[in-house]
């Protein structure tokens, strides 16, 4: 059945049966990208506060976001450089960890760790929900969190240009009302759901036993997701303290 996924409908394409990626190479490459990110970000974190000096955590930050996304997509889309561009996309994604945590830390203290802390338990529920079948990655399901994705990002393309173009915001939907709060809730939720796209992109790709560069391009996007997952949840609750 041919997938929603884009990065599996490719995993389809490139099918490599002499040298096949695996499920423990795709965890193992994962979780050394993940690493990399923590490190450099806990780094950048506490470096900015020693230093005072509030610039860099805005310079990495944006670095980090422009960076990460353009790797991102050219990993996604070409999957063979996925091998290459792993590395250095950890280290923008790890820039702009350490940056927007040192940027919330300064105006809601203690909401850095709340967040880090509500993407640890919410990835561990979403692992025990794709495992013991709870929650299953359909083709439905696929399609729909897919499509709200990318509807999300295209809300904050039109927020991003608003704000460097006209100084302004979209209406009520960034503000800490019922609305601002109820969308960035949202947002939370589908990043969360995006883990089990990850968890079934992983198996579905290893299944059919796709290029061994694919490990790469998983652990990509999963640390991808955690980022988001990890961006949605300071937002959130920065939003609850009452500010935008």
Known sequence: MQ???PILTRAETYADYEQPMTIQGAIQKSIL????????GV???????????VGIAYAATMVGAIGGLILGLIATFKPNTARVLAIPYAFFEGAF??????????????????ALLATFVTTLVMFGLYKFQ????TEKF????????????????????MRLAFGSSIPFLFESNLLGIG????????A????ILDFDLIESAAAQRAPKSYEWLCGIALLATLVWMYYSFLRLLSLLQGDD
């Open 3 to 5: 997938s929603n996924n």
């Open 33 to 40: 990208l993940t690493v990399i990110a923590a490190v450099l």
């Open 43 to 53: 780094g950048i974190f506490f470096y900015s506060f020693s230093t005072m000096n």
């Open 97 to 114: 960890l350490g940056g927007v945590s040192v940027i919330f830390q300064l105006k809601f203290p203690g909401i850095p760790l709340q």
């Open 134 to 137: 709870i929650i299953r990655a």
């Open 142 to 161: 696929k399609s729909v969190v897919i499509s709200a994705s990318i509807a999300i990002g295209l809300v904050f393309v039109v927020q991003f240009i």
């Open 183 to 190: 969308f960035a809730a949202f947002v939370a939720v589908i």
């Open 192 to 195: 969360s759901l995006n883990l």
